[in-house]
């Protein structure tokens, strides 16, 4: 499974990014997805996840405290694709973005994601 994660820039605080991960393949659907953010000098660590269920009304979403009530984790099954809508911005929110996929639940382990993007920076900045 190959992801393309994009949507990524400068930005300043208090505003707002949409990333997007796109994972082409027939089996995106069966995929829980996850967004994890690595900033300079520290480790990676867990963001959104999403699981997979096909019922818009099942979908297990998990934040990190960090991230509750300013971002958004979403899917669009039809397009293969998962969005973080990331508001009300602070500078300690700049990393870089990554997106990952698990054949597992969601979860915050990010050894449980089998596939990864590249990554996209975020720079929040005035």
């Known amino acids: 499974v190959q992801l393309q994660a994009f949507g990524g820039g400068l930005v300043q605080p208090g505003g707002f990014l949409r990333l997007s991960c796109l994972a082409p393949?027939?089996?995106?659907?069966?995929?829980?997805m996850g967004w994890f953010r690595q900033a300079p000098g520290k480790e990676r660590e867990f963001v959104s996840a999403i699981t997979w269920s096909s019922s818009a009304t099942l979908y297990g979403k998990y934040y990190a405290d960090s991230v509750k009530g300013r971002f958004t984790i979403s899917r669009d099954n039809a397009k293969n694709t998962v969005y973080l809508q990331m508001n009300s911005l602070k500078p300690e929110d700049t990393a870089v973005y990554y997106c990952a996929a698990t054949t597992t639940i969601a979860t915050t382990d990010q050894t449980l994601y089998r596939y990864w993007g590249q990554g996209t920076l975020v720079t929040v900045s005035s």
């Open positions: 393949g027939q089996t995106f659907g069966t995929l829980s």
